[in-house]
């Protein structure tokens, strides 16, 4: 299988791909050609000319002389074709997966290039004026750019209408593209934050006592409070303490032997253990 011949051009970008690439229509070219034709022929018809009449005769000094103006004259009409099949050549439209790229060549040294974003579209329009363009199919492509961009005007196009619909395919599929990679950006923009807020998110500290071994939850002043209250109240429920000893009463016992109880103490409400 033989492999697609790339295409460069300057400034193309890593891993930009190049759609359509397109120059004017030859027969564009045509007026040109047969100027210079012409031009060519010229000298040459008028030597005939003269020489079938017989109107001058040239020694053979004047002859070296024609033959030298003759060969100048050539050259700078072969200099002009070059300049001009040149200025015809490298004027070049590109059309890549992300935008619009124009060379336009000015004579021999000059080159202006101009390019605009898909995004940037606003209106294309094709035009086909005239008897040659309308018989061959070739015309002028309009391209109107947002903002301060710059209007393309593509003279002498091949099938300039299907150059139209072609951009509006590619504009609509790069708008599409666009909109997507935003909706991406805003996903991952999304998560980054809940990612950063669960980061944040504050955990309870767990202490432990100096006296034990088990570890205790550092909770809020509620919750404290609340295990507090409970444990008060299973205290409040559970069985009495044993009540404080009366200091007195084993005081007001007297005698050696301490189940003996005076006649004072049983009227003052003691009692006595048998």
């Known amino acids: 299988m033989r492999n697609k011949k790339r295409l460069f051009f300057p400034g193309q970008e890593k891993g930009e791909k190049v759609i359509f690439f397109t120059r004017r229509h030859p027969l564009s070219f045509l007026g040109m050609f047969l100027f210079a034709f012409f031009m060519t022929v010229l000298p040459f018809l008028v030597y005939w000319v003269v020489s079938a009449r017989g109107v001058v005769e040239l020694d053979p ?9 003759s060969g ?3 050259l700078f009409v072969l200099g002009f074709f070059l300049a ?22 000015n004579v021999l040294f000059s080159r202006d290039v101009a390019e605009a974003n898909l995004t940037d579209i606003e209106d294309v329009n094709a035009e086909v004026r005239g008897i040659l363009p309308t018989f061959f199919h070739f ?9 301060t961009a710059r209007n393309f005007e593509f003279k002498s196009m091949p099938d300039p209408y299907g150059i139209s619909r072609m951009i509006v395919d590619l504009h609509q599929k790069s708008l599409l593209k666009e909109e997507k990679r935003e909706a991406r950006e805003i996903g991952e923009s999304i998560a980054s934050r809940r ?7 504050p ?16 909770l809020p002043a509620d919750a404290t409070r609340q295990q507090s209250n409970s444990l008060g109240g299973l205290q409040a429920g559970g069985p009495a303490t044993t009540p404080p000893k009366v200091e007195g009463i084993e005081a007001g016992l007297g005698g050696e032997d301490n189940n003996s109880v005076s006649h004072d103490d049983l009227k003052k409400g003691g009692g006595a253990d048998f």
């Not at 990612?195 to 998110?201: G, L, Q, T």
């Open 203 to 218: 955990k309870p500290e767990i202490k432990k006592s100096a006296n034990s071994s088990e570890e205790q939850l550092d």
């Open 139 to 147: 015309g002028t492509v309009f391209v109107q750019t947002a903002g």
């Open 84 to 105: 001009a099949w040149i200025d015809y050549y490298l004027d070049i439209m590109i059309v890549t997966d992300s935008r619009i790229v124009d060379i336009a060549q």
């Open 61 to 69: 000094t004047g002859q070296k002389v024609m033959i030298m103006l």
């Open 72 to 74: 100048t004259y050539l």
């Open 195 to 201: 990612e950063n807020d669960k980061k944040e998110e």
